[in-house]
């Protein structure tokens, strides 16, 4: 079932060093996949291994689970299963939360150079076109699942069987004798993709018997036409995007509004994110266009945009869970490894040396403490500027993000604030002469 090309491009993979995994459910798609990489990597001598993710959603998966692990061994296949904890939210479904637990045990459980095997068919294809038509999804969303992308830097998802329907699948499995399981939530049409395949999609064929193959026709011409938006929106992110990823939103603004909003969906799939809705392209809109000093925000489904100094910010939700915590002030010791989490959530460490813009040493009769949040009113005197400013205006002046502002770090000896880590010294606690003592100061570094 795998055509010439493909068999050529299994020995590519071979050659770069790429070891091959299966992802195997034990249902006839991946046990036909999973005899195929077999029969052709015996012929390479490439070592295969099957995963099976065990979500725990049916009464049965612990049985389909050794049935996977007899399967595997009786053909020469290496074996592992990967149980995972799905928590199922208000905003996505549970097929959405199985899948993507799924890919990320994959990608847990491979070697870090590793093709992996899915097995997923014109069926399917056709499956997902319809659900992504139905939802109005754009030229990217249609052109549906791709035999090839990138899953990490090192790891490749590899959709062989695109080409061949599910009929033909199941006519391979019967003529080699091979045994699958049939997992009961395949009959249950509250599903969207079981009702379209118990329902809708037999009156397509039986109407349009090659209505399959024309669907993946219609997706891979989407496919070919999302590589030349995504090739102009690569040009144009030279200019559009920084890099610390940010949107600059006046060379967003100079683009025509089709480039925008091609510009914003490559800017959000190139950091990971799911697509966003018409609606939230709206609001996205609404956020390039507002005013220089409005902190506006876009909700999407795990993450934000926000905006500040004419950019656009992607912040995830480990970044959101940062912001939300309020730090506590804490008294200290200097000691020569003191570990600390920057505004930024970087991990900062002060270290003592001899060299270079040091903070003095606390005297036995100065309290260190490590104080946020506080009044913007009180005012320092940074090493860069020769008049004091408020914490306020020095915060404006250094273009800290609003949301990071209550995380940043000061250090203070007794009541005087005598450093902003990562950002500045004091000048009255500032040492920049060099000298061979041990006890001359401290400064700070990102690891």
Same mark, same amino acid.
């Given at each position: 079932?795998?055509?010439?090309? *493909?068999?050529?491009?299994?020995?590519?993979?071979?050659?770069?060093?790429?070891?091959?995994?299966?992802?195997?459910?034990?249902?006839?798609?991946?046990?036909?996949?999973?005899?195929?990489?077999?029969?052709?990597?015996?012929?390479?001598?490439?070592?295969?291994?099957?995963?099976?993710?065990?979500?725990? !959603?049916?009464?049965?998966?612990?049985?389909?689970?050794?049935?996977?692990?007899?399967?595997?061994?009786?053909?020469?296949?290496?074996?592992?299963?990967?149980?995972?904890?799905?928590?199922?939210?208000?905003?996505?479904?549970?097929?959405?939360?199985?899948?993507?637990?799924?890919? *990320?045990?994959?990608?847990?459980?491979?070697?870090?150079?590793?093709?992996?095997?899915?097995?997923?068919?014109?069926?399917?294809?056709?499956?997902?076109? !319809?659900?992504?038509?139905?939802?109005?999804?754009?030229?990217?969303?249609?052109? $549906?699942?791709?035999?090839?992308?990138?899953?990490?830097?090192?790891?490749?998802?590899?959709?062989?069987?695109?080409?061949?329907?599910?009929?033909?699948?199941?006519?391979?499995?019967?003529?080699?004798?091979?045994?699958?399981?049939?997992?009961?939530?395949?009959?249950?049409?509250?599903?969207?993709?079981?009702?379209?395949?118990?329902?809708?999609?037999?009156?397509?064929?039986?109407?349009?018997?090659?209505?399959?193959?024309?669907?993946?026709?219609?997706?891979?011409? $989407?496919?070919?036409?999302?590589?030349?938006?995504?090739?102009? &929106?690569?040009?144009?992110?030279?200019?559009?995007?920084?890099?610390?990823?940010?949107?600059?939103?006046?060379? $967003?603004?100079?683009?025509?509004?089709?480039?925008?909003?091609?510009?914003?969906?490559?800017?959000?799939?190139?950091?990971?994110?799911?697509?966003?809705?018409?609606?939230?392209?709206?609001?996205?809109?609404?956020?390039?266009?507002?005013?220089?000093?409005?902190?506006?925000?876009?909700?999407?489904?795990?993450?934000?945009?926000?905006?500040?100094?004419?950019?656009?910010? !992607?912040?995830?939700?480990?970044?959101?869970?940062?912001?939300?915590?309020?730090?506590?002030?804490?008294?200290?010791?200097?000691?020569?490894?003191?570990?600390?989490? &920057?505004?930024? &959530?970087?991990?900062?460490?002060?270290?003592?040396?001899?060299?270079?813009?040091?903070?003095?040493?606390?005297?036995?009769?100065?309290?260190?403490?490590?104080?946020?949040?506080?009044?913007?009113?009180?005012? $320092?005197?940074?090493?860069?500027?020769?008049?004091?400013?408020?914490?306020?205006?020095?915060? *404006?002046?250094?273009?800290?993000?609003?949301?990071?502002?209550?995380?940043?770090?000061?250090?203070?000896?007794?009541?005087?604030?005598?450093?902003?880590?990562?950002?500045?010294?004091?000048?009255?606690?500032?040492?920049?002469?060099?000298?061979?003592?041990?006890?001359?100061?401290?400064?700070?570094?990102?690891?």
């Amino acid at each position: 079932m795998f055509i010439p090309e *493909q068999i050529i491009e299994l020995d590519k993979y071979h050659q770069q060093g790429y070891q091959f995994v299966v992802a195997f459910s034990g249902g006839v798609d991946s046990t036909v996949l999973l005899y195929l990489v077999q029969q052709h990597s015996q012929a390479l001598n490439i070592p295969v291994t099957a995963i099976y993710v065990n979500h725990g !959603l049916s009464a049965n998966a612990d049985n389909w689970q050794q049935h996977c692990q007899q399967v595997a061994e009786q053909i020469g296949v290496q074996f592992k299963a990967v149980k995972v904890n799905i928590q199922q939210t208000n905003r996505q479904s549970i097929e959405q939360l199985a899948r993507e637990a799924r890919y *990320q045990a994959l990608i847990q459980h491979s070697a870090d150079k590793s093709v992996i095997f899915a097995g997923q068919h014109q069926d399917d294809q056709t499956e997902t076109f !319809l659900l992504r038509l139905k939802r109005g999804s754009g030229p990217n969303g249609l052109a $549906c699942m791709r035999p090839l992308r990138n899953l990490t830097e090192n790891r490749l998802l590899y959709r062989p069987l695109l080409h061949v329907t599910r009929a033909e699948i199941e006519s391979f499995a019967n003529q080699h004798s091979l045994r699958w399981i049939e997992d009961e939530s395949n009959q249950n049409q509250v599903f969207e993709r079981n009702f379209l395949r118990k329902q809708i999609i037999p009156q397509l064929s039986e109407k349009w018997p090659q209505f399959s193959a024309m669907v993946s026709r219609s997706a891979q011409l $989407c496919s070919e036409y999302q590589l030349l938006a995504d090739e102009l &929106a690569f040009i144009d992110a030279k200019a559009a995007i920084d890099p610390n990823n940010r949107l600059l939103v006046e060379a $967003c603004l100079s683009l025509s509004q089709q480039r925008q909003n091609n510009l914003i969906r490559y800017w959000l799939q190139s950091q990971r994110v799911l697509l966003p809705s018409s609606k939230q392209m709206q609001q996205i809109e609404q956020v390039l266009l507002a005013k220089d000093d409005a902190q506006p925000i876009v909700q999407l489904a795990c993450s934000q945009i926000r905006r500040f100094n004419k950019k656009l910010y !992607l912040l995830k939700q480990a970044e959101l869970d940062w912001i939300a915590q309020t730090p506590s002030d804490i008294l200290v010791e200097l000691k020569p490894q003191l570990r600390l989490l &920057a505004a930024d &959530a970087k991990s900062l460490t002060i270290k003592q040396v001899k060299q270079g813009r040091r903070i003095r040493l606390a005297t036995e009769q100065e309290q260190v403490s490590i104080r946020y949040n506080i009044k913007s009113s009180t005012k $320092c005197l940074p090493d860069y500027r020769h008049q004091s400013r408020t914490i306020k205006k020095i915060l *404006q002046e250094l273009s800290i993000e609003p949301w990071f502002r209550h995380k940043v770090a000061y250090l203070y000896y007794n009541d005087s604030c005598v450093a902003a880590l990562g950002y500045w010294i004091d000048k009255n606690y500032l040492i920049e002469d060099s000298s061979d003592k041990p006890q001359i100061g401290w400064t700070w570094v990102y690891d």
